[in-house]
């Protein structure tokens, strides 16, 4: 029995990692898109000081830069503040688009394994009172 | 003559006496000087006399009190009308999840209800109640990803500037299977993508499509620890559980409540 009760927890522990983990580092959120601009806009932020976020953006123009939580990145606060997602950066003109990149995989998995631990905790509870654990 | 003199005298001094009274009671009900009646000293003998009334004698008119300013005009309702774009890939979700085919009408009428049930808490908590699904687009985009999909769609159906009609709003409804990728909105954005293949995970798929939703009235997403500590729709762990904002979201959404306005 101390076997069984042994594997589930070793089971639920590692789910409630790889959940943890999952999120954390593959999680989704604030995600960037930056497009290269051919002439120059009529409004735009000049960045002088871009976060490496927005430097890893617009240095690969159409792929997806995930920052993750939104409070890692400021360029959504600055694209607010503006009106506009069109930056200026060393004399280079860019539209980056802020969105939310929605990821619920890891956040489910790490919703079960703790509905898992629940239910497990009280299994064990009942066994230890009955004796048999 | 003599008594004439001092009944005029007399008339005088209490029209003088009158006229301060009733000045300073103008003042000291409004606060500032307001209005000064001028009184018609000149028939002494009808004053004298009696034949003025009361309010004639103390040179009075009705005070206009200042009452409690008038509440704000309410703002007119802000209709929010609402293209819903459904793609092949949500048909086939549902095909899969039913066991059976379905048609195009029955898709449509999920896709309303995803719509009803995503839009029923801005109005039970904000008041945001005049979501309107005025059509239903139907499409079949090809392989792609999520975040091209939505830019293909808005391309696709000339939206929001050439589309026939006026729509606040795009929710495209989609079954994509995109690694593990459920949905794309812009923060104060004008449309978003939702995939229906949450729906294997267990999760009622209006939940994404409020999340979803709630981005575009600025609320930011919940997650690490952050999202293990918020009950809130916004928060990637618990967002299968709950349909509630916590206070962070519900006064982001409350300032931006006429963002479609």
Redo the contacts between chains.
């Keep these: 029995m101390k076997t069984w009760v042994l594997a589930v927890a070793a089971v639920l522990s590692v789910t409630t990692t790889v959940g943890v983990v999952g999120?954390?580092f593959?999680?989704?959120?604030?995600?960037l898109?930056a497009e290269k601009l051919t002439e120059k806009p009529d409004v735009y932020i000049p960045l002088t000081e871009p976060d490496h976020y927005v430097l890893q953006a617009v240095s690969n123009p159409g792929e997806?830069v995930v920052v993750?939580?939104?409070g890692n990145s400021e360029f959504?606060e600055m694209v607010?503040t503006y009106g506009t997602d069109n930056v200026e950066i060393n004399g280079n003109y860019y539209e980056i688009?802020?969105?939310?990149?929605?990821?619920?995989?890891?956040?489910?998995l790490?919703?079960l394994s703790l509905g898992g631990w629940v239910v497990f905790g009280i299994i064990a509870v009942a066994l230890v009172v009955k004796g048999i654990l | 003559m003599a008594n004439q003199k001092l009944t005029v005298m007399k008339g005088l001094l209490l029209a003088v006496v009158l006229m301060l009274v009733v000045a300073s009671r103008v003042t000291r009900v409004s606060g500032v000087p307001q209005e000064v009646v001028e009184c018609d000293l000149s028939d002494f003998a009808a004053f004298a006399n009696e034949t003025m009334s009361m309010e004639e004698r103390l040179c009075l008119e009705p005070l206009r009190i200042p009452g409690p300013p008038p509440p704000p005009p309410t703002p007119p309702a802000e209709n929010i009308y609402v293209l819903i774009v459904v793609d092949d890939t949500m048909k086939w979700v549902r095909e899969f999840m039913l066991g059976r085919s379905c048609p195009w009408t029955e898709i449509e009428e999920w896709a309303h209800t995803i719509f009803e049930r995503g839009v029923e808490q801005f109005e039970n908590d904000f008041g945001i109640g005049n979501f309107y699904h005025v059509e239903t687009e139907f499409w079949v985009p090809g392989t792609m990803g999520l975040q091209d999909e939505l830019h293909k769609a808005q391309t696709t159906f000339n939206w929001p500037d050439a589309y026939p009609a006026h729509y606040d709003c795009m929710v495209i409804m989609s079954g994509n299977i995109d690694g593990n990728k459920v949905g794309y909105a812009q923060k104060f954005g004008y449309a978003f993508i939702m995939s229906v293949k949450a729906a294997f995970l267990g999760m009622p798929v209006w939940h994404v499509f409020q999340h979803e939703a709630s981005h575009l009235y600025g609320a930011e997403d919940h997650k690490g620890l952050d999202g293990w500590t918020t009950w809130c729709i916004m928060s990637y762990t618990w967002l299968p559980l709950t349909r509630s904002w916590c206070g962070r979201c519900t006064d982001i959404i409350s300032a931006n409540k006429h963002h479609f306005g």
């Design positions: 999120e954390c593959f999680g989704g959120g604030m995600t898109v997806e993750g939580a939104w959504d607010e688009q802020v969105y939310s990149m929605e990821i619920f995989f890891w956040g489910t790490l919703l």
